[in-house]
């Protein structure tokens, strides 16, 4: 994974559908990065469109 | 000793019997504008509190009304105002003045009036406010708002005012205003990480937060759960497993348009 100096980022709805369907191709790839915000202590965000879009 | 210099702020308009004179004026509306024009030359507390003496008078024409002012005061007066006049904007003020300006200038827009300034420097009208005018003060930059804090507290108590400090990985330091109640309920919080949702006052360019106060302590769970995870996914994925092609769902979701 690139390492990339960042202190929050702002998640989407198409990740959080990714994220939390462990069929998606995508899956994987979206958990490994869900996991690195939370050892790399980076403040994760999401906005009220993505939470009603979900 | 009566000083000679002056400022003149002239205030024109319609009444309806004809053109405004001091006649027309109560008392009151003296007393406000008098209260105003201190404020505009002497905007900050200490300014006020060694202010020279003003002394005042009123001379017909529409309103004319003069403050009379030390030379120095009057030389200072007149340079600001002008460049405020020539700018077109009061962003040059102090706060408290720039508000006097919005003031007279919503006046202005509502009853047709027009302030005119001119003094013993200058002579001639070096800002006029007026319908067509926009000397409107700036907005705050300080905004309400609500937000989480996490972080460390590592103070709380007061006795007079009870509060909590919380050392925040974003915000630093902060002190947040919370009840005895709020601070004695539940488990000891002191040297614990803690989530807070809080409100108060955040400024736009900084994004320093003041006067924030404790609506609630929040349950933060610091430490990454996988099970609770695969858990949350596993039963999320019996229903997107329904959805064939995710992208057109949400594609629709957005009224069609996911550009």
Not at chain 2, 44 to 65: H, I, L
Not at chain 2, 136 to 149: E, F, G, H, K, R
Request: overall charge negative.
């Amino acid at each position: 994974m690139i390492d990339i100096d960042i202190k929050s980022i702002m998640l989407d709805t198409s990740f959080c559908i990714r994220l939390m369907d462990k069929n998606d191709e995508l899956h994987q790839n979206a958990l490994d990065y869900f996991k690195y915000f939370l050892v790399e202590k980076i403040s994760v965000h999401i906005s009220t469109i993505a939470i009603a879009e979900y | 000793m009566e000083s000679s210099d002056y400022i003149s702020i002239t205030v024109t308009g319609k009444t309806p019997d004809g053109y405004l004179n001091p006649k027309d004026i109560d008392i009151s509306e003296t007393k406000e504008f008098i209260s105003d024009v201190e404020i505009l030359l002497f905007p900050t507390k200490s300014e006020k509190d060694v202010r020279p003496k003003v002394s005042y008078e009123v001379k017909e024409g529409s309103v004319k009304n003069l403050f009379f002012i030390p030379a120095a005061n009057a030389i200072m007066f007149t340079a600001l105002l002008s460049e405020v006049g020539k700018q077109g904007s009061t962003n040059l003020l102090q706060p408290k003045a720039s508000a006097i300006l919005d003031k007279w200038q919503k006046k202005a827009y509502s009853s047709g009036r027009e302030y005119s300034f001119s003094s013993s420097i200058n002579k001639d009208q070096f800002i006029k406010i007026t319908k067509e005018t926009k000397f409107i003060a700036p907005q705050s930059d300080w905004v309400n708002t609500t937000l989480y804090l996490y972080g460390e507290i590592f103070e709380e108590g007061g006795l007079s005012k009870s509060n909590l400090h919380i050392l925040t990985d974003r915000y630093g330091k902060l002190t947040v205003d919370a009840t005895k109640e709020q601070l004695t309920s539940g488990t000891n919080k002191l040297y614990n990480t803690h989530g807070l949702w809080v409100k108060g006052k955040q400024n736009l360019q900084t994004g320093v937060l003041k006067d924030i106060t404790l609506i609630d302590f929040l349950t933060h769970n610091q430490n990454y759960d996988e099970l609770v995870l695969n858990m949350l996914i596993d039963k999320a994925s019996i229903n997107w497993e329904k959805i064939k092609d995710k992208d057109a769902w949400l594609d629709e979701v957005r009224g069609g348009n996911n550009d």
